[in-house]
């Protein structure tokens, strides 16, 4: 049936029935701000998940998205319920890792610090900067030491694809840029606009991380769509970022952005293996058995595997 994921809530829990037939749900969309939803799709199921970190920002929809079987998750809720700092980030990424997801597409509203990102077009980042404060930002940790390598924070082959699809949608797009992650909610002040700028920075957001460091953790192939709303507020002596200047961007670049979800879900679908995958391979340095059986069970999703190997 074609459905709007707003009305995925009427459907009845079964918290099993992305297992049916042995299908797998191998890719996900993690909406950003103004993406709740994606209408005119077929709807398959509707998921409430618990994890060990608690619950994940919405219940998460199963779809078919350009012909394959696809998981939406609104990252602040349904309603934009949650600020940026308090984004479940990594009950998010558990659950979606339970149903066999191995690629996530991120959408995420971002503001330019460049003139060649020019509000209304598409980003596609190539690298970090971490700004955040207060999030956990990590699996590891109470009792279990890790530490996997992030010096390319987004999947390449993911981002090659994506790149290749949007070009070809007309729409104005870049694929390489330096993402600010800041704290928030408020939006930079002057002061901290032209900071970023002095650094090399293109973008400046609020969602990024800890997302993608928990999706390399977690082994899965991570890349963001930048989608921008604005011009920060380095430009002049004019007045900042608002909201409503914000929105009113943004209200296009969604509609853009659900026309193009079918093209990208359809190019990355049949990738193969990938670094990214293995990301914790080697990553664990606390000594199996020196873990406790709680750290096991909590992590055994992510990392049970390389334990049971080494056992």
């Not at 949007?166 to 330096?178: E, I, K, N």
């Not at 879900?265 to 709680?294: K, W």
């Not at 069970?297 to 049970?304: A, I, K, M, P, V």
Request: hydrophobic share 45%; net charge neutral.
């Amino acid at each position: 049936m074609a459905a709007s994921f707003r009305h995925a809530a009427a459907l009845p829990e079964c918290a099993d029935s992305w297992k049916i037939a042995g299908m797998k749900t191998r890719i996900a969309v993690i909406g950003g701000s103004g993406l709740y939803e994606i209408d005119g799709v077929k709807l398959l199921d509707d998921v409430e998940i618990a994890t060990p970190f608690g619950n994940p920002s919405d219940r998460i929809a199963i779809a078919e998205i350009g012909g394959e079987r696809a998981a939406f998750l609104p990252r602040h809720g349904r309603g934009h319920r949650f600020l940026p700092s308090e984004v479940p980030s990594r009950a998010n990424l558990w659950a979606l890792k339970s149903l066999g997801v191995e690629q996530v597409i991120s959408i995420s509203a971002v503001g330019s610090l460049a003139e060649e990102c020019a509000p209304g077009s598409f980003v596609l980042p190539d690298q970090l900067i971490d700004r955040t404060i207060r999030r956990p930002s990590s699996f590891f940790g109470d009792g279990v030491v890790g530490h996997v390598s992030f010096a390319e924070p987004f999947c390449p082959g993911m981002r090659d694809r994506i790149a290749a699809v949007l070009s070809r949608s007309g729409h104005a797009v870049r694929d390489r840029a330096t993402l600010v992650c800041m704290e928030g909610p408020a939006f930079s002040s002057r002061a901290e606009s032209l900071l970023h700028r002095s650094w090399g920075a293109h973008l400046v957001g609020m969602t990024a991380l800890p997302e993608a460091k928990l999706a390399r953790e977690a082994e899965l192939c991570y890349a963001t769509v930048a989608m921008v709303t604005d011009w920060d507020c380095w430009r002049g002596e004019g007045e900042g970022v608002t909201l409503e200047m914000v929105l009113a961007t943004m209200r296009q670049n969604v509609q853009d952005i659900k026309r193009a979800l079918p093209g990208l879900v359809a190019a990355i679908a049949d990738r193969g293996d990938c670094p990214c995958r293995h990301a914790a391979a080697s990553a664990i340095v606390t000594d199996p058995s020196l873990v406790t059986a709680e750290a096991k069970q909590r992590l055994q999703l992510l990392y049970g595997r390389y334990w049971a190997a080494t056992a």
